[in-house]
């Protein structure tokens, strides 16, 4: 951090915000912030994982939160079956997110373009039917998870600040992890496969592979998300899958900056803040965010992170 | 005479009704610099995507050193010592020059699933980058965006690109296309002194920098060749000389 | 005997509805390049037209024609307005630019028609059961169904083969540069083409509404169908989109039917009740996946980009 620029003065305020919140969550006595923020920053995540293939990878994936409905069923499942160790839950909602990333990744990129943004979405969806079609699990109603995910004792999801403080960890090491791989040999790899298909099969580089292995790491990423929202909501329904919440991933990643390490998290706290005081001013939020959208599109290129480096220049 | 280092035998491609490569056999030894001239619409461009990878013929073959890579896939083919530069420059655009040159290297050295150290800091790799990029004179516009690279000097880059997986042949595909002349001139140059160290296939229509440059030179015409041997028994051949008449009249026909 | 007929047509006439909704779909794909989330809430709001046009006028059939029109109409206030400016961008944007779309429209109808959704009743003479075959009798609605979209689909074909409109939309479908060359008036060929989907959209979904109830967020489901529909088609192609529509019409609706009997010969009984509704909805997918992995451009590519 050589230089000061907007953006980063931006983001710094806003993590060190989100350290602070149950801080003054206690000082208020304010414990809907909490909860609030606790879904930005599990939604923060998954916004950040598809920020890995959409915005440094080029796959445009409109199927996202299929992972967090198969890192969450995963969680679901398995307490309804009685293994409530998180130890088991989580990482079996990860190696799940793996294998539908390794599947859906190994059929989707045969394709290119808008096919890709199809395949992704209608793969995405056939996850959502078959989880409405789960009678055991509560098919379209979902299915209460009556226990947190129980890590022996090394910390208690059921305190709010501590789940927090895991949620916010979890962002975190995701980042730190997102920023290692954009800069390592394979993230370079796959950026240049972004920006030039042709040139990187010329020198040498069988696309389809990395393609796929950041695909599924991305998955992962998202897994996690979605076994956080099961505990965080102490439910999971087919509904976190439906297609509109792929959008909404799809969203907070433009509206913060594609491409961007921080962008994903500051579009989600925009897009679900506004989302949330859209809704108390009026009963038809939509009405007003909807186009909204439209116009962030047809204007606000770059997203915030790009206003914000317009802003440092200008 | 020893194996040679490409040997391309009776290769054919037909889009449709027509026949865009026919019957094409012809050799590099290693070494050589074989360019391959024609008219327009000769087959250049269908032949050397066949070479590279990106266009599978319909019968014949394509070896290098030996070995048959008729059917490998453009990456593998990279692997086996073979690099290429495009017509019309094809670069990361949004990259550097040298990190342009830097993932040639890169592929070069093996598989690149590392996930966690930092690329750009690998001396070995930028080593490699800076100096391909010195080889062919743009060390100084290595930090440079490919973006805000002159035409000329994208070409060049695409050189160093090439360079920088070391191959055994490159296959340079109008390495002197929209230069000026000074910048022709240097590229020229620049071949004379490449051809020292690795074999060159060359397609090109400046044809004072064809003749002064190949050992070898083989003439395409209508997926044919009409004619191969060093520059002096081409410029004698009056079926070569009838072809770029030919070719000569049809442009001033279209004018 | 009498439900395998039966079914046979449910599936043909729910292919012949997809049909309608995926081939605007597809027209705007390959002519425009533009991908329209928004294309089922123009089915939805041709559904919410009929119902609201056939209880002014009292009448079904008057009420789905000004619904038709009011759909093309809108198609158009919607291209001129909004998704003219979307042409040419990245595809990224028209995702996100017509997502805003459909929250707008759902919305929008939420304030107009209330949460609840509305039925649009059949009159007397299209409710009676017709025999088409010795003893087999079919509803006559939905009979009315195929024939009105076999006609459709017919019009389409002579209008896209054999007009001079329709050469355009043919061209422009397979190279785009060249329509603009050619020194046509592409505004108003873009404008006509998205009206036209958007009137085949609101007829798929005003001739829908009678068998379903009229309600918020329906064009969305049908809409991935018509996506799944329109990749396994290839991108711009009618004949395309007409026997994947088809095709996933059949395969969803016998796939529904007969699956669970098929598993219970092979399976316990109880594995083949929980089974069988997953795999029967996963159907149409593992479709499109084998469909992928032979032909990752479609049944029919319409342009080679």
Known sequence: MKTFTVSKAVTALMLAGLVLLPLYSQLSGNIFILTLFTRVIILALAAASLNLIMGFGGMMSFGHAAYLGIGGYAVGMLAQEGVGSGFIQFPVALAASAIYGLVIGALSLRTRGVYFIMITLAFAQMAYYVASGLARYGGDDGLTVYKRSDFSGLINLSNRTQFYYLCLGCLFAVIVLIWRIVNSRFGLVVQGLRSNEQRMQAIGFPAKRYQLVCFVISGMMCGLAGALLANNTDFISPAVMYWTRSGDLMVMVILGGMGTLFGPVMGAVVYLLLEEFLSQLTEYWALIMGPLLLLIVLFGRGGIMGLLGRLNRG | ?255 | MLLVVEQFLNGLQFGLLLFLLAAGLTLVFGIMDLVNLAHGSLYMMGAYFAATFAAWTGSFLLGALLALGATLVLGIVLEMSALRHLYGRDHLDHVLATFGLILFFNEAVRLIWGPAGLALPLPVWLTVPVPILPGIHYPAYRLAIIVVALMVALLLYLGVMRTRIGMLIRAGASNREMIGALGINIKLLYTLVFGLGAALAGLAGLMQAPILTVQIGMGENILILAFVIVVIGGIGSIRGAFIAAISVGMIDTLGRAFLPNLLRQVLSSAAASTAAPALSSMLIYLVMAIVLVVRPEGLFPANRR
């Open chain 2, 1 to 255: 005479m020893a194996e040679p280092l490409l040997r391309v035998e009776k290769l054919v491609r037909r889009f449709g009704g027509i026949v865009a490569t026919d019957n094409v056999s012809l050799d590099v030894a290693s070494g050589e610099l074989h360019a391959i001239i024609g008219p327009n619409g000769a087959g250049k461009t269908t032949l050397i995507s066949q070479l590279t990878g990106h266009l599978e013929p319909h019968s014949g073959s394509v070896s290098l050193g030996g070995r048959d890579i008729t059917y490998l896939p453009a990456y593998r083919r990279c692997a086996l010592g073979l690099a290429r530069s495009f017509q019309i420059t094809s670069l990361l655009l949004d990259f550097t020059a040298a990190d342009n040159v830097a993932l040639a290297a890169q592929a070069h050295a093996g598989h690149s699933f590392r996930f966690f150290a930092d690329a750009r800091k690998e001396k070995g790799l930028r080593d490699a980058a800076h100096a391909a990029l010195d080889r062919v004179g743009l060390l100084h516009r290595a930090d440079v965006l490919v973006s805000r690279l002159s035409h000329g000097e994208r070409r060049q880059i695409e050189l160093a690109v090439a360079l920088a997986s070391k191959p055994k042949l490159l296959l340079l595909d109008e390495p002197m296309a929209g230069l000026g002349v000074t910048e022709s001139q240097g590229m020229v140059k620049l071949l004379q002194e490449l051809r020292k160290e690795v074999s060159i296939v060359l397609v090109e229509h400046d044809m004072p920098a064809v003749f002064a440059l190949a050992d070898r030179i083989s003439v395409l015409v209508y997926g044919r060749v009409i004619a191969s041997g060093d520059p002096a028994a081409i410029r004698a051949n009056e079926d070569v000389k009838r072809a770029y008449l030919g070719e000569a009249h049809v442009v001033t026909h279209h004018v």
